[in-house]
């Protein structure tokens, strides 16, 4: 990825999230939101990583963020009343993101004295030797994301999966009897 491409979409992220606590609009923060994804997702692609990169557009920037705006909508919601600022938790949120990026400085000062070592694949093979056609994939050198992915999610992820959906769903109709009880 070249390097202004790189530094485009990391800032487009990094804005994104930044309006995404700035910004008093739960509507606007939302939009905000899907511009970090949309930055993330130029990331994973730069990357080389086409399966997450397009996921993450299609599922967070597409579904998910279209649910939370239909559901900030939904809610009617009031102009905030103007707060006073409190001490502490700004010093503590401070504290916070002083020690990340002080963290963030030492991971980044500190350079590899050898290259990465590429992906051992056969030992991946040995892995997956049970699952039909992917062991094969592997031991030609091919890396498939997209098998491992599916496999991984839909057999030892399932019900979390499910699970997850049926909370989405549950916060949506909560919802819509919250806001119908509201306007009777």
């Known amino acids: 990825m070249p390097?202004?491409?790189f530094w485009t979409f990391a800032l487009?992220?990094?804005?994104?999230?930044?309006?995404?606590?700035?910004l008093p609009?739960?509507?606007?923060?939302?939009?905000a939101m899907v511009a970090s994804f949309v930055?993330?997702?130029?990331?994973?692609?730069?990357?080389?990583?086409?399966?997450?990169?397009?996921?993450?557009?299609?599922?967070?920037?597409?579904?998910?963020?279209v649910l939370f705006l239909f559901i900030i909508m939904l809610l009617d919601?009031?102009?905030?009343?103007?707060r006073t600022p409190r001490l502490v938790p700004a010093i503590?949120?401070?504290?916070?993101v002083l020690a990340f990026t002080i963290q963030l400085i030492g991971i980044l000062g500190h350079s590899p004295d050898k290259a990465a070592e590429p992906l051992d694949l056969t030992a991946a093979a040995a892995h997956y030797a049970e699952s039909?056609?992917?062991s094969e994939k592997l031991q030609a050198?091919?890396?498939?994301?997209?098998?491992?992915?599916?496999?991984?999610?839909?057999?030892?992820?399932?019900?979390?999966?499910?699970?997850?959906?049926?909370?989405?769903?549950?916060a949506t109709v909560g919802v819509v009897v919250l806001s119908k009880r509201q306007s009777v």
């Open 3 to 5: 390097l202004v491409f």
């Open 12 to 22: 487009l992220m990094l804005l994104g999230g930044l309006a995404v606590i700035v």
């Open 25 to 31: 609009n739960p509507v606007a923060s939302a939009l």
């Open 39 to 65: 930055g993330l997702a130029g990331l994973f692609i730069g990357l080389n990583a086409f399966f997450v990169g397009i996921m993450q557009i299609l599922v967070y920037a597409g579904a998910i963020m």
């Open 77 to 82: 919601l009031k102009t905030e009343q103007k």
């Open 92 to 96: 503590g949120g401070l504290g916070i």
């Open 132 to 134: 039909p056609g992917l």
């Open 141 to 170: 050198g091919h890396l498939p994301d997209v098998n491992l992915v599916g496999q991984v999610a839909f057999t030892g992820y399932n019900l979390p999966l499910q699970i997850i959906g049926v909370l989405l769903l549950v």
